[in-house]
C-alpha cells in the first residue's frame, strides 16, 4: 500500500497521464476515469483517457465523455500511467503485455482481489467505489473539483452501490455521497441519465431472461443466448443490470446471469445476499469482483456452464455458507 501523498506528489511532478481501466467499463470505471483525468486537465495536464470499446453509451452526458479513447497513438509519449477500477492487468489489453510502456504506474482500486501491480498503489476495499478513492485523492491534493467532476463522481458511487442498496453502502459512502454534493453533484439528474433511459432491446432481454428464471434452494439464475440477441437486436450493454432483477426474491442467496457473448464463451454474472461471497466462486472460475458483485468468463456452452457452476454452488453453499 503506497501513502497517498506519494501519489499526489506524482500528480503534481508529471506532465502527462494516460488513464485506463478495465473492459466491460461500468459507472465506475468511466467515472474515475474521467473524474480524474478532468480534473488533471484543470491542472493543466496532458491527459489520455483509455476506455476499451465498446465503450457505455449510456454515460454519454458526462461531461469529458467525448474525451474518451482519442489521440491514443501517442499514448507511449505520457509519462504515468494510471489503471483505475481494475483489480489486473488482464481486463486492460493494451496494458496486459505493456505495463512497462511507463516508467511509473498507479494503481487506485477498491477490489478485494486487486494485485498491487503499479509503483504505487491506493486499494481500498473499505471503499463503495473507485471514485470516492479519487475524491480523496483530489481533495488531498488540492486539485480541481467542479460540478462536471462531482457528477463523475456521483455516477460511480451510485452505480457501484446499486444506487445505495448494495452492502457496500457503508458511512464511507454516504460522507463521500455528501461531500459530492457539496461539489456541486446532481443525483437526481444522474440518476434519470442512468436509469431513466432504457432501451427496447433492454426490456426484451430483461423479459426474456425473467421468462427463464430458475430457483432452487435459493440460488436463482436465467440465461441469454446469441439467438436471443440476434432476435431482440438487443446489444451486450442492454443485459446490464439485468442480473439486479433477477436477485429480488426474498429468499435469494445467490443469483447468476449467464450470458453466451460467442460461441462456446460464457460470461457469468454473479450477486450475493444474505451475507455469501459470491467473489469466491468467481475466482474459482477464473474471474473476481467483490463480496456481493462478481463475475467470470466460462469457455463452454450455456448448458455446461450452468451445469458447472449449479453444481458447484450446490456442493459448496448449501447451509448458507
Ligand atoms: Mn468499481
Known sequence: MSNINDICTVLKKYKSFALFTHVNADGDAIGSVLALGSSLILKGKK????????????FDFLKGYGLINKNLDTLNQMEVGILLDAAGTNRIEVLEKNLELFNITINIDHHISNGHFATYNLVDGN????????????EKCGFPIDEDIANDLFTGLLTDTGSFHYVNTNKFAFNSASKMLDYGAKPDFVSDMIFERETVGHLKMLGIALSRLIIENGIVYSFITLKDFEETGAVGEDTERIIDVLRRTGETKIALLFKETRKSEVRV????KKGINVSEIAEHFGGGGHRAAA??????TVEKSIKRLIEYIKENYENGK
Not at 269 to 272: M, P, W
Not at 295 to 300: A, H, L
Open 295 to 300: 463475475g467470470c468468463t466460462i469457455k463452454s
Open 127 to 138: 471503499a463503495p467505489s473507485t471514485t470516492v478513492l479519487i475524491l480523496r485523492i483530489l
Open 269 to 272: 454474472s454473479l450477486r450475493g
Open 47 to 58: 491527459v489520455l483517457f483509455n476506455v476499451p470499446e465498446p465503450v457505455p453509451l449510456k
